[in-house]
Structure formats: structure tokens, C-alpha cells
């Protein structure tokens, strides 16, 4: 006998029945099934929003947003421009986001970038902007990230709307092979500023430096995120004559960090040293200048079990590095990239390599993961090292195998 229709929707409403069943459903059959009933809606819909890929998804649940996001020709590269853009289109407002609410408070990890952001999404990002001023867009959010390897400028505008009093991860990946990481300065600045104003639960804060490059040049074309800073509060603009570790300062001691050399002043430094939690370092050299160390105490960086340097423009550089016993006497884990301008005569350089895997070995004697990877081009040809040659790590921990897969100018 067939069960009452009331009856059967009870039974399909059960959560050990749906749990069961979406086992073996793919996300859009799970999507499918939570449209066909409110309360299977609200029973399946969180955990499809928990993890969101890309901007164009948080876009599609606002029609303007997503209208906004697909305009062409928009002429945010002047002030003019800016202004005009501004002024003839309408302010988002809550009726905007009437759908969006439904889904936010789901949200708690959002990677911005899933394929690359595109220019596209300026005129939506201004708009969202602008309105983040006035209320959380994401208020249950934990994590964002610009992870993946993509070959444009980074943007803070991608991720300043987001911000929340939640959040506890921000990760802009550096990647060891990108000399286009180019964020002008009054941008990183808006960005820590927010961070430091918004974000008091931060234990991640992984940022890329203004202007990576070899010869780092100032951008000529205006900011977008400087120029609406500006129209939204120019009081922000006598703050943001600060250096960028003024901003940093004042938050919680993290336990993943990862800056700019040029961020690093050195009372600053000093203070990363006293960090209680501080696990993860990475510094990314922005400049052809080495670090200005302070004196740290043998008790320093207490729980630093992951240095990282990236882009190091000499082999002096990480030689001084390695003579603060407290900063590298501690870590299991060591990546060391260094610049193209390390790279010399083939033998001065191979000679210089093998001087520094002797102090690694000597000097960081809990080191059971060693990545090094030098930065070449085909001017140069490629390190090659005999396996008696590793012999200086000998004393070490090395697991057997490399964490990555080796190119043929990585020593690992």
C-alpha cells in the first residue's frame, strides 16, 4: 500500500535518509534536491555554500552584482573616470541583497580567485565596496584566499569587501617564481589597514609585498581602491602616510606570517620575534636589499617550525640570516628561493651553494624538509650537483623524499 504523500515527505525529510543519500549525489543533483522542498533547502544548502570558488558565484546571487559584473568599458583607470562611474550608477542597498543574505551567513571560505580575476568585475567590486562600508557582507567568514598561481596584479579590492570580525585566515600565496606580484603600496596600506580595524580573530595573514620585481617601478595608473578610500573617508589619508608595519603592529600575535621585506623595520621585527604562537614565517625579498636585523634574544621565535625566504637577492643575504641562531635554529621545515641576480660565474655560484648548504646543515639541525630553488633563465645553465655534494646536510633529519616535484634548477 502507498504511504500518504504527507507521509513519504517526512520520511525523505529525515537527515540520516538525506545524509545517505547525498553520499552518492553530486553537487548538482544535491542543488536539484534541495530545491524541491524548503526544508531539504535548508538542510542541504549550507554545506554547498560552506566552501565558495570564485567571485562570479557570490555575484549570481545579487542581480545587480551580477549585472555589474559582466560591464565593459567601464573607464575605472582615471579619477575622472571613477567619479563619473560613481555618480551615474546606483548604490547597493539591502533590497540588492535579499537573496544574498539567504546564503552569506553559510559562507566560510572563500577562494577569490579560482581561475584568475578579470577586469571585468571592477564595477562590481566598487559597488560591494563601498557598500561594506556600511554593513558585513560575510559575517560568518573564516578563510579567504588568492592562492592559485594566476599571472595578474593582486588586487586587495578583491578581498577588502569581505573582511570580517570572523575571519581568521588571509592568504595571498607567494609563489616562488612570480616577478608580477605588483601591489602599489596605498593599496597594501588600505588593505592592513582594514585588516587591523576589522579582523580581530586573524591567526593567517599571508600578503604579498607592493612592486615584486627585479627592478621594482612605480605604477603610473591610478588606484581604484585608493581613489574610492578616498571619496569614502579622506580622513583615511593622513593614516595612511604611516610606514606599512604601523598597521601590523597592533594585531594579535599570529602563527602563520608571511610579508614583504620593506614591511620588516626593525623594532617591528623584533616584535614578530616575540609571538608566542608564531609557527609559519615567510618573507618575500621586494627589493635588491637584504633585511635590517635587531638583536633577538635566544628566546625568540619560540614555536617557528617553518622559515621561508623568497626571492633573496645574495647569497650574503642569507648568510646574515642564518648567523640569527634564534630566527633558524628552530624550524623543521626551510624554503629558500633565491634571485636571478645570485647567479654569477657557473662555478663561483655552485661553490657559493655548497658554502650554504654547510651552514644550513651546521646551523639548523632540526631540518627534516630543505626546498631550495635558485632563480635561472637560459643565459645560465643549470646547477649541477654530484650526490656526494649533499654530504653537508648528512647531519640533518631529511625525510627521503622531496616535498615537490624537482625542476632541474631545484636543489632540494
Not at 583615511?236 to 608595519?245: F, M, R, S, V
Not at 601590523?248 to 614591511?263: C, E, G, K, N
Request: charged share 20%.
Amino acid at each position: 500500500m502507498t504511504m500518504p504523500p504527507a507521509v513519504s515527505i517526512q520520511v525523505l525529510r529525515t537527515p540520516e535518509l538525506i545524509q545517505s543519500v547525498c553520499r552518492y549525489a553530486s553537487i548538482g543533483d544535491k542543488a536539484c534536491l534541495a530545491q524541491s522542498d524548503r526544508r531539504l533547502f535548508y538542510m542541504l544548502m549550507p554545506a554547498l555554500w560552506e566552501h565558495v570558488k570564485g567571485l562570479a558565484r557570490l555575484f549570481a546571487l545579487s542581480p545587480y552584482l551580477e549585472e555589474m559584473s559582466k560591464v565593459e568599458g567601464h573607464g575605472l583607470y582615471t579619477t575622472a573616470g571613477i567619479d563619473e562611474f560613481i555618480a551615474s550608477h546606483k548604490p547597493l542597498d539591502n533590497d540588492d541583497f535579499a537573496r544574498f543574505d539567504i546564503y552569506s551567513p553559510w559562507i566560510r571560505h572563500l577562494e577569490v580567485c579560482e581561475y584568475g580575476a578579470t577586469p571585468e568585475y571592477e564595477p562590481a567590486l566598487s559597488l560591494l565596496y563601498i557598500f561594506s562600508n556600511r554593513r558585513t557582507i560575510l559575517p560568518n567568514i573564516v578563510s579567504i584566499s588568492m592562492t592559485v598561481h594566476f599571472n595578474f596584479r593582486t588586487d586587495p579590492i578583491c578581498v577588502i569587501p569581505f573582511l570580517s570580525d570572523s575571519l581568521q585566515e588571509l592568504d595571498f600565496s607567494i609563489t616562488s617564481a612570480m616577478s608580477n606580484w605588483d601591489t602599489p603600496l596605498a593599496e597594501s596600506k588600505i588593505l592592513l589597514r582594514s585588516v587591523s580595524v576589522k579582523c580581530f580573530q586573524l591567526k593567517t595573514f599571508c600578503f604579498t609585498p607592493p612592486g615584486v620585481s627585479y627592478f621594482p617601478q612605480p605604477r603610473s595608473t591610478i588606484s581604484l581602491l585608493d581613489t574610492l578610500t578616498q571619496r569614502i573617508d579622506p580622513s583615511i589619508q593622513e593614516q595612511l602616510d604611516n610606514p606599512p608595519w604601523y598597521f601590523i603592529a597592533p594585531m594579535q600575535p599570529l602563527v602563520r606570517f608571511a610579508t614583504s621585506a620593506s614591511f620588516l623595520e626593525p623594532s617591528f621585527f623584533a616584535s614578530i620575534g616575540n609571538w608566542p604562537s608564531l609557527e609559519y614565517f615567510e618573507v618575500l625579498f621586494d627589493t635588491e636589499d637584504g633585511l635590517d636585523l635587531p638583536d633577538l634574544s635566544a628566546t625568540a621565535f619560540p614555536a617557528l617550525n617553518h622559515l621561508g625566504l623568497h626571492q633573496v637577492p645574495n647569497w650574503d643575504t642569507a648568510e646574515e640570516i642564518w648567523d640569527t641562531s634564534s630566527l633558524v635554529s628552530k624550524p623543521t621545515s626551510v624554503k629558500l628561493n633565491m634571485a636571478e641576480t645570485c647567479i654569477e660565474h657557473e662555478e663561483q655560484s655552485i661553490d657559493k651553494l655548497l658554502s650554504f648548504l654547510h651552514v644550513i646543515g651546521a646551523r639548523s639541525p632540526y631540518v627534516q624538509n630543505l626546498w631550495i630553488h635558485v632563480e635561472n633563465d637560459n643565459n645560465y645553465p643549470a646547477y649541477e650537483l654530484l650526490a656526494s655534494d649533499l654530504d653537508q646536510l648528512e647531519g640533518l633529519p631529511l625525510g627521503n623524499r622531496a616535498p615537490e616535484p624537482a625542476e632541474e634548477h631545484d636543489v632540494y
